[in-house]
């Protein structure tokens, strides 16, 4: 059985469910330090996954997300910490940076647009997150290519 999270941009999150999938039934070593994971949890984060995926501009609430997705906030907490090894909205904001550091890459979308489109209500707070995450402002990132 396969999983598939189904936008390019989470090629990451794609491979460690692929990874959790071929190392589903074996008894080899656990996987970012997580034992085998259920397959129900796999399926709970991909759910989740491909929820905010779809809308990287989205806020929304860890208890509005396990209603969307027909669970509860305690179960999607730890299926996102066995499956992810982190919180889900952890892997969000990784997911939102990667995704904005394309866009100051490979477009020339105005800096503030591109945190509108990743979940920032304005350009302050989504350069002091882009430079926390990349270590560079979005600025320098689009003027040196990311490197």
Known sequence: MKY???NAQNRRAKDHLATLENN????GP????????RHSEVELVQK?????LSDLSLNISLEELAHKIATNRNKLSQASKNVLGRGIFSWLRGERMKEAKRLCITTDLPLQEIGYQVGHSNQATFSTAFKAYFKLSPRQCRKNDGI
Do not use: D, P, R, W
């Not at 589903?24 to 008894?27: A, G, R």
């Not at 656990?30 to 994971?37: N, R």
């Open 4 to 6: 598939c999270i189904c």
């Open 48 to 52: 989740a996954c491909q929820y905010l």
């Open 30 to 37: 656990e996987v970012y330090g997580v034992e085998k994971t």
């Open 24 to 27: 589903q039934h074996s008894h």
